[in-house]
């Protein structure tokens, strides 16, 4: 059965060297494969958000490209192998090269975590939603990065803000999950999402659960620099912020681990507040790679209304966002911690 | 208030300048460049006239002479007075009125720039339109040839 | 401790040049900032990156080759660019047009004006992050390009006006089609508002940003909508009507707050007033001549003329020097944008740079109206 | 208590924003109505311009190759952009025997014509007029300079010379 095939390439594998050099061989496939999602991910969200914004905004979006356009952003991708990559004279070039690493590599090991079905998740931790949060946070240090490196006035400026943003947003993303984790009383994921079994945890925890959810989605567009917290890049303010002085493939990476970061901050969200791959009512329990189409399904409605946010909504300004973190979202945040954890001692979770 | 009004208000204030265009939609007074700061403060100052609004300042080349031409508006009558005023054509030198009306430092730099004119104690007469590092004269003279003007 | 920060914590100001190339500068405008970390100490302005020097071109040009380069100025507001100069002349030499002319002239103007607002909406919103609206602009954009185009003969540079009356009659269509805008607009217009003005993070954005005083409102010579948000009156339809603005019944649009969001205010407002202009006239365009036989050598008695009409962007004035020639001895185009520009400085005071970029759009410049 | 209240009414006009663009989305997701956009080079062969569109100038020839241009030049003098040339020549006229003029070369720069539309007007035989033609992309400059009369044309009877 297809549900075997793990254990086939591992007896395959076994069958030709040594049980260290399988494990390492098995250890390069996933990371090999986990690469591949990566790119295919990224494109697939950069086409999906070229087509829903074109929708929004009265137009057709790339349609030229393939079937509906699904390859403009693989052409494009070409396009951006192909070009120079160029830099200012005076950037600080050791750290301007490195810094995209920073943030495709957070997001490559956030992926790891992510369980697309029950089956295909590359590493369990015990403690995975403390390592999420700790990893993703890392990420801003390469956006930090290039805007120093960069030697440009305007990159500085989005590297500065980005600093502002994350100290303030990780705090509200943060709480929010823990929000969850004191409904779920675990770090675990699959953990977490077997507990939900019985119900969505959106709807065990009510009412506390539906203002986490908010504010996550709130933090979370901010975690993910999209609108209306795009200030790091807010093109008509800044250019085109930390990344004005990349190109190319440098460029690329900061764009595709932008997407990547969208997808990981809806996978936390469908995990925590959807039941990540069940289905509805466990409908399709009994079908092995079911949880796949219905992980996706889930992910790709709350990737909608990242998008549907960002081709709504204005810009905010510094100023502002930092008044909506420190005295909107933290404060209620924290009564909804007590909230959510009286809820969970006086047993009113459903 | 007609012209004619004004007129005879504005005489009251200052003497020594010359009116014309009374009958046409709007009062036409040339006047000597040592006066200009002091008429167009007074214009502003007045209680009744209230010239408050530079509605626009433009350089001229008279041909023997250079000049600006100031329109002048009130906004409480809506009234419209033009001012010429001219100097000559050798180091052109007119008093800045940009303290008086705050819309006349970018105007003024503009005629600095196409006409030569020197606006005295102007703090920043640089070049706004054309390059920084112009030094082929001043393009909206009349005198003023290049070959790359489109001569009919 | 406040002594230590500022003893051990050395802060610099520093500049920062935005422009010519940038997204938030519509066009070629290049601003020089004094910055203070994020907030703004100084704006200073360079122009001229597409200066074409129209006021000395119109020096070898006749009266009649000077229509179609006032389309150039501002772009958005061709016609009564086109207007004011026709309106010149034809006070100079004394041409009585007819009725009709002068209403298909408001009807063009306020469809500009419209048209010019719409876009202007469409590009505030962009500058404050909401991408869509610019598209749901040009929507109704396009609609009153293709009147335009359909009647005129092209969208954007429409020359439509001509020394005596109109280059052409009124398209057939045109009732109808316009018409049909009014109805479209009357349901798109609300949507505007639920979709950006009453947006807690655009009113956020915009309330309060951007002051200017009355006073200094006309000190530093502002018009159009953006001195009307500073409770400036300044209108010049009801001040010196011109065309057919005298026989319309229409409000001045005046807000006293003087920040951004009153300019805008202003602007949506006037464009709700340009469809009641609209609705009055669409129906009631009287017959007769679209053209004035004119001389053809067009000479204007020595003088002085100054004609002045109310641009999409404000006071848009054309002044005159003739010698009695075929040539005009000297032509000021006055541009509303220039004026306003001026005050960016005044308005931005301490601002922050996110901040500019909404006081800029609120302002509504046109590059090329700036440069000339 | 304006604390809560703020972020409530907030939050509705965010949503009545989100609900405008949904709909729009759901509309053009599912029927494309309101998409405003044209397909441009796929419609170029159904994208018909309008009438009066002022595209390019053109000469106009009659069925029999004939144009009405007698070579007047006033078309030249009233062109603010020096965008026209004409190259007239005479030769006698085989009924009277008078010299009469006649158009050797009406030479069009459309890369210097700003479309105002003057030459037209100024024609006294109506031989220019305008041409639908959006279509100028050239890649070499010396391309968009156009002969308006076709090569072996000849006058419109009728016409003065």
């Known amino acids: ?350 | 208030m007609t012209n004619t009004e004004i007129k005879n208000k504005i005489e009251k204030i200052l003497d020594g300048l010359v009116f014309s265009g009374e009958e046409s939609d709007f009062l036409r007074i040339e006047t000597n460049k040592d006066k200009i700061r002091d008429l167009m403060k007074k214009l502003k100052e007045d209680g009744e006239l209230s010239f408050d609004y530079l509605f626009s300042l433009t350089g001229v080349d008279f041909g023997e002479e250079l000049g600006v031409i100031y329109h002048l508006e009130s906004v409480k009558t809506r009234k419209l007075i033009q001012i010429t005023v001219k100097t000559k054509r050798e180091n052109a030198e007119i008093d800045t009125i940009h303290d008086i009306f705050p819309a006349a430092y970018f105007n003024e730099i503009e005629a600095h720039e196409f006409f030569g004119i020197k606006f005295k104690n102007h703090p920043d007469l640089k070049h706004l339109f054309l390059p920084e590092d112009w030094d082929k004269g001043y393009p909206m003279r009349k005198d003023y040839t290049d070959i790359n003007m489109l001569i009919r | 401790m406040e002594e230590f920060l500022t003893d051990q914590l050395k802060t610099q100001e520093y500049f920062l040049n935005m422009g010519p190339q940038h997204p938030a500068t519509h066009g070629v405008l290049r601003l020089l900032l004094k910055l203070d970390g994020e907030i703004i100490r100084n704006v200073d302005m360079d122009l001229g990156f597409i200066h074409r020097s129209i006021e000395k071109m119109c020096e070898r040009n006749t009266y009649k080759q000077i229509i179609h380069l006032t389309d150039r100025l501002d772009y958005l507001s061709s016609h009564m660019n086109n207007e004011a100069v026709c309106l010149l002349v034809e006070k100079a030499l004394n041409i009585e047009v007819s009725d009709r002319i002068k209403v298909i002239r408001t009807m063009m103007d306020e469809l500009t004006r419209i048209s010019s607002h719409v876009l202007w909406w469409g590009v505030m919103g962009m500058d404050i992050g909401a991408l869509t609206t610019f598209m749901y602009g040009f929507r109704e954009r396009e609609m009153i390009n293709d009147i335009f185009e359909e009647t005129c003969g092209a969208r954007l540079t429409m020359n439509y006006n001509v020394i005596g009356g109109l280059r052409y009659d009124l398209h057939e269509n045109f009732v109808k089609r316009v018409k049909e805008f009014i109805k479209h607009f009357k349901k798109k217009l609300p949507e505007y508002d639920k979709l950006l003005t009453n947006n807690v993070i655009f009113r956020k954005r915009i309330e309060g940003v951007g002051y200017i005083s009355e006073k200094d409102a006309v000190a530093y010579g502002l018009n159009g909508p953006t001195a009307r948000g500073s409770g400036v009156s300044c209108d010049i339809r009801k001040i010196h009507p011109y065309s057919a603005y005298d026989r319309v019944d229409f409000e001045e649009v005046i807000f006293t707050e003087g920040d951004s969001y009153a300019r805008y205010k202003v602007r949506i407002q006037e464009m709700w007033q340009s469809l009641s202009i609209l609705e009055q006239l669409v129906d009631k365009i009287p017959e007769g001549e679209y053209r004035v036989k004119t001389k053809a050598v067009i000479k204007l008695p020595e003088g002085d003329y100054l004609q002045r009409v109310e641009a999409a962007r404000g006071d848009f004035g054309i002044f005159v020097k003739s010698t009695g020639q075929k040539f005009p001895y000297r032509v000021k185009f006055r541009s509303p944008g220039f004026a306003n520009l001026t005050a960016l400085n005044k308005m931005t005071q301490g601002l922050k740079i996110a901040d500019l970029v909404a006081v800029l759009s609120t302002i509504d410049i046109v590059v090329p109206d700036i440069d000339r | 208590m304006s604390y809560f209240s703020d972020i409530i009414n907030g939050t509705k006009t965010l949503i009545t924003g989100m609900r405008i663009t949904g709909k729009y989305f759901f509309v053009n997701l599912f029927t494309r109505k309101d998409v405003i956009t044209q397909q441009y080079p796929d419609n170029i062969d159904t994208l018909k311009m309008f009438d009066r569109f002022r595209g390019e100038i053109t000469l106009y020839h009659n069925e029999n190759n004939e144009h009405k241009c007698d070579a007047c030049t006033l078309c030249v003098s009233a062109c603010p952009n020096g965008s026209l040339e004409v190259f007239g020549d005479k030769k006698p006229d085989p009924e009277t025997g008078k010299n009469k003029r006649y158009l050797v070369k009406h030479i069009y720069h459309l890369e210097m014509c700003t479309m105002c539309g003057l030459c037209i007007e100024a024609c006294p035989q109506d031989a220019l007029e305008w041409g639908q033609d959006y279509h100028h992309v050239q890649y070499d400059r010396s391309k968009l300079t156009k002969v308006l009369n076709k090569p072996g044309s000849k006058l419109m009877s009728g016409i003065k010379g």
Not at chain 1, 123 to 149: H, K, Q, Y
Not at chain 1, 174 to 199: F, N
């Open chain 1, 1 to 350: 059965m297809v549900l075997n095939i793990f254990t086939d390439i591992h007896n395959l594998l076994l069958e030709y060297m040594s049980e260290e050099a399988t494990h390492i061989t098995e250890l390069i496939l996933i990371a090999a494969a986990y690469l591949g999602i990566f790119a295919i991910l990224g494109l697939l969200l950069v086409w999906l958000e070229r087509r829903v914004a074109g929708f929004f905004q009265l137009r057709l979006g790339p349609n030229r490209v393939g079937p509906f356009g699904l390859f403009q952003t693989i052409a494009d991708a070409l396009k951006l192998v192909s070009k120079e990559l160029t830099g200012t004279v005076k950037a600080d070039s050791q750290l301007y090269r490195i810094a995209p690493y920073f943030v495709i590599t957070t997001a490559l090991m956030s992926l790891a975590l992510i369980p697309f079905s029950q089956e295909i998740q590359a590493f369990d931790i015990n403690i995975g939603l403390f390592f999420l949060t700790s990893v993703s946070s890392i990420g801003v240090i390469g956006i930090f990065l290039a805007g120093w490196a960069s030697n440009n006035k305007y990159s500085l400026i989005g590297g500065m803000r980005t600093g502002i943003q994350m100290i303030s947003y990780e705090l509200s993303v943060g709480m929010a999950i823990v929000t969850m984790v004191v409904l779920a009383g675990t770090l675990q994921i699959s953990e977490i999402i077997e507990l939900q079994k019985d119900g969505w945890f959106i709807f065990q925890g009510h009412i506390p659960a539906v203002i986490a959810f908010m504010i996550f989605m709130i933090a979370g567009t901010a975690e993910s620099n999209r609108v209306p917290f795009d200030l790091v890049e807010a093109e008509s303010e800044l250019g085109a912020g930390f990344h004005t002085e990349y190109s190319g493939m440098n460029f690329a990476y900061y764009f595709l681990a932008e997407f990547v970061n969208m997808f990981i901050i809806a996978s936390i969200a469908v995990v925590l507040f959807f039941g990540g791959w069940l289905s509805p009512f466990g409908i399709t329990d009994a079908i092995p790679f079911a949880g796949l189409f219905w992980f996706t399904i889930k992910v790709i409605g709350v990737i909608f209304l990242f998008m549907w946010f960002r081709w709504t909504f204005p810009r905010f300004r510094i100023d502002q966002l930092l008044t909506l973190e420190w005295k909107y979202l933290l404060p209620i945040n924290m009564v909804n911690i007590v909230l959510m954890a009286l809820m969970v001692w006086l047993g009113l979770t459903l």
